[in-house]
T-cell receptor, first 114, second 113 residues
Framework: DAGVTQSPTHLIKTRGQQVTLRCSPI?????VSWYQQVLGQGPQFIFQ???????GRGNFPDRFSARQFPNYSSELNVNALLLGDSALYLC?????????????FGPGTRLLVL | SQQGEEDPQALSIQEGENATMNCSYK?????LQWYRQNSGRGLVHLIL?????REKHSGRLRVTLDTSKKSSSLLITASRAADTASYFC?????????????FGSGTRLLVRP
């Protein structure tokens, strides 16, 4: 079975631009979570979606938004990019809605903001 | 602030030796998980231990949990060069009506051949 997939793998943007990152969960998984990982640190929770509804939101500004589609894939949007948004963005899926469950991570999208 | 903090930040050992990493957290938890990350790629789940469990094994991995001290340890026995990676603990933290998963800053393990 295919694991969690993310696209694109790498992205370069300039300050003020907008970016959309995509994630496809493992087949049968209904929950998708997004994390931001800055170099040298652990992943920081951004959002969790379950059954197309937002389940949880971390301490990120409103420039960050996400949605989940009927096929359970998800998009993360970041507006008005700042240099500090440069990071590895990780998507994780799980079968149910509990964030305490084992999370299955994708390879990530590496975003560089210039 | 981080819920979980790993100790040490970095660890260098010889192949065949054991590696022990520790994690401390601040609030009560349902589960504690350990993940591995190779060279800034996606995280791989290693083991989940529930709050009512004290010890769990998986192959060469042994995890302990002490909820009274709010701490956990990950032991990798007979380490291999392929174990070189960053290791993170993750705990669930309640926020309003839901939970979020909080990762520590990680332990970078280097296993020398």
């Amino acid at each position: 079975d295919a694991g969690v997939t993310q696209s694109p793998t790498h992205l370069i943007k300039t300050r003020g631009q907008q970016v959309t990152l995509r994630c496809s969960p493992i087949s049968g998984h209904k929950s998708v979570s997004w994390y931001q990982q800055v170099l040298g640190q652990g992943p920081q929770f951004i959002f969790q979606y379950y059954e197309k509804e937002e389940r949880g939101r971390g301490n990120f500004p409103d420039r960050f938004s996400a949605r989940q589609f009927p096929n359970y894939s998800s998009e993360l949007n970041v507006n008005a990019l700042l240099l500090g948004d440069s990071a590895l963005y990780l998507c994780a899926s799980s079968p149910g809605g509990g964030i305490q469950e084992t999370q299955y991570f994708g390879p990530g999208t590496r975003l560089l903001v210039l | 602030s981080q819920q979980g903090e790993e100790d040490p930040q970095a660890l260098s050992i010889q192949e065949g030796e054991n590696a022990t990493m520790n994690c401390s957290y601040k609030t009560s938890i349902n589960n504690l998980q350990w993940y591995r990350q190779n060279s800034g790629r996606g995280l791989v789940h290693l083991i989940l231990i529930r709050s009512n469990e004290r010890e769990k094994h998986s192959g060469r991995l042994r995890v302990t949990l002490d909820t009274s001290k709010k701490s956990s340890s990950l032991l990798i026995t007979a380490s291999r060069a392929a174990d070189t990676a960053s290791y993170f603990c993750a705990t669930d933290a309640r926020m309003d009506s839901s939970y979020k998963l909080i990762f520590g800053s990680g332990t970078r393990l280097l296993v020398r051949p």
